[in-house]
């Protein structure tokens, strides 16, 4: 596989499966990196199946490395907001 047939693969397989768009040029770069990193000493005609986790990478199962930032996570906390609201309540009652 030449480099421009990993761009291809890296373009349709693995670019789409980043969320809202935090995937860089730098994390581009790396992607296309780990993937030809790992195909050395691989079979030519590999099956190459590419997920990505939270900005994780894997090829075929194995993990490669960090693409993109990781997905931020929800501020909100429903338990803390209803023991926040109990203690409000507690002081307007002293």
């Known amino acids: 596989m030449n480099r421009k047939e990993l761009i291809v693969f890296a373009n ?3 670019f789409p499966q980043v969320e809202n768009n935090m995937l860089d040029i730098d994390g581009m770069k790396e992607a296309i990196r780990l993937i030809s990193k790992w195909r050395i000493g691989k ?19 194995e993990p490669l490395g ?5 997905a931020p996570t929800s501020a909100f906390n429903e338990y803390e907001y209803y023991m926040e ?10």
Do not use: C, H, W
Not at 43 to 61: R, T, W
Not at 88 to 93: F, M, T
């Open 12 to 14: 349709a397989n693995v």
């Open 85 to 94: 609201g109990r203690i409000l309540a507690r002081q307007e009652n002293v």
């Open 66 to 70: 960090r693409i993109a930032a990781k």
């Open 43 to 61: 079979p030519v005609n590999i099956k190459m199946d590419a997920k990505v986790s939270d900005g994780f990478l894997f090829m075929n199962g």
